[in-house]
């Protein structure tokens, strides 16, 4: 007998297989986090280091250069600083600008490095700590597209630097062929810098791109799953409503439209013998009023405080109507910016409090009530408290309390209850704020 190859498979090695594949991911994530950092250090390297290397030879130069040769700052010092206002703006505008805002071209950045170049050289003929400012060139190299355009850059930038070094030394033989030496060993190490940099750094910003495309994507989705989710929810509790509709319908509905019937007899047969039937008439009013509930409820299985207004005016409406019925004082208060939210969460909070209420008429001997409705954004707090008599911690569990808890968590909040012997009750539940299209209010999306 043959066994399927995937049933020799236990879960602890598909749990095993998960781990090693989250770690993988987990690994990989890190790895280009690190890539994307290094790419960000390198960017502003490039945008940094002539202004770093222009300082550093201008503060030398007035601070200890020009001092210690005697001179005064008239006229040397004046065409020095006139010289290194020009290469501020040189590279302000050939090199910052064009960095900062992706505009980089070949022949503008060709030409500044020209510029460049030429200031270094005009400087370094007043003083040869402007050999410091002319390594910028090496680093501006690095820009130039083509490759080998950039490679010709650090060649002109070797010459530059390393001929104003050995200018004092003459056309000597042994000294021209250390300076070919040394330009060709500078170009050489640099340049393949630059050959690798230009292979490898398109596919790395290619896979910066890439990311972040992929976790827009993944937060998009995750958008699109709390809308999902909240679709599924309002969807299974249509078809609740449905069900319990047709419930009521087969059960409920036809068994009060019995009783109405024996009722009717009843009252009826009563009548003729002349005997008063107070009790038979007040349970007609009270089976057809069921009647009519049982009714509304096959209509839509909803409040009927809400079928005709929002949350917080269904709940004045319950409010009012019970402190008349009960004889007891129940304020009403709301807080916050007044939010659109799903039906099932407005059902959920006002079946809520109108449990709560019942429970103060039965068991609270409160002399006051206060209700309190807040939207907080996120959130939206219901709050139901009274100043009865209260009960011990173990007392509060029954039926009713827990179908109050079952009802909210089916919405995502939760419901708290606090009591004490002589010190009230306070009911309270807490759910998200979402509207009806099933996404969050108040600007918490995603959260």
């Not at 030394?169 to 810098?193: D, M, N, R, S």
């Not at 439209?257 to 009843?266: C, K």
Request: with cysteine; net charge positive.
């Amino acid at each position: 007998m043959t066994r399927d190859a995937g049933a020799d498979e236990s879960p602890s090695s598909g749990t095993q297989r998960s781990a090693i594949a989250e770690e993988v991911e987990i690994a990989h994530r890190s790895r280009l986090a690190w890539k994307q950092e290094q790419l960000r250090v390198w960017d502003l390297l490039h945008l940094i280091t002539p202004w770093l290397l222009l300082t550093i030879s201008t503060v030398i130069y007035f601070s200890g250069v020009l001092p210690a040769s005697g001179e005064r700052f008239w006229p040397r010092g004046a065409s020095v600083l006139g010289l290194v206002a020009v290469s501020v703006l040189w590279v302000l505008f050939g090199h910052t600008l064009p960095i900062k805002r992706r505009r980089l071209r070949p022949v503008p950045a060709g030409v500044f490095l020209v510029g460049l170049l030429v200031l270094c050289v005009i400087l370094m003929t007043y003083s040869d700590i402007f050999l410091v400012f002319t390594i910028a060139g090496f680093f501006h190299a690095y820009l130039l597209r083509p490759w080998p355009l950039g490679v010709l850059g650090v060649l002109a930038t070797s010459v530059v630097l390393n001929g104003s070094a050995m200018r004092g030394a003459g056309p000597v033989p042994g000294v021209l062929a250390e300076f070919i030496l040394i330009v060709t060993v500078q170009t050489a190490a640099i340049g393949v810098g630059i050959l690798l940099t230009a292979r490898t750094e398109p596919e790395e910003r290619r896979r910066e791109e890439l990311v972040e495309r992929l976790e827009a994507a993944l937060h998009e989705n995750a958008g699109l799953h709390a809308q999902l989710v909240a679709q599924a929810r309002e969807s299974g509790a249509q078809d609740e409503r449905q069900r319990l509709a047709r419930e009521i319908h087969d059960t409920l509905a036809q068994g009060l439209a019995g009783i109405i019937t024996q009722l009717q007899a009843a009252e009826r047969s009563a009548s003729v013998r002349g005997e008063p039937e107070e009790h038979v008439a007040r349970a007609l009013r009270l089976a057809r009023s069921s009647l009519t509930e049982a009714r509304r409820s096959v209509r839509a299985l909803a409040p009927r405080e809400l079928g005709r207004a929002h949350l917080p005016d269904a709940l004045r409406t319950l409010t009012e109507r019970w402190s008349q019925e009960q004889g007891i004082s129940a304020r009403v208060e709301v807080t916050g910016a007044r939010e659109p939210l799903s039906p099932a969460i407005e059902v959920s909070l006002f079946r809520v409090a109108q449990e709560s209420l019942t429970n103060v008429a039965k068991h609270a001997r409160a002399s006051r009530v206060g209700v309190t409705l807040s939207y907080t954004g996120a959130e939206v707090l219901l709050d139901v408290r009274d100043d009865g008599r209260g009960f011990t911690n173990g007392a509060g569990a029954g039926f009713g309390l827990t179908s109050m808890r079952q009802r909210i968590r089916g919405v995502g909040g939760h419901v708290e209850v606090q009591s004490a012997p002589g010190e009230g009750t306070s009911v309270s539940a807490r759910v998200p704020a979402i509207a009806p299209g099933g996404t969050r209010t108040g600007g918490e999306n995603g959260r």
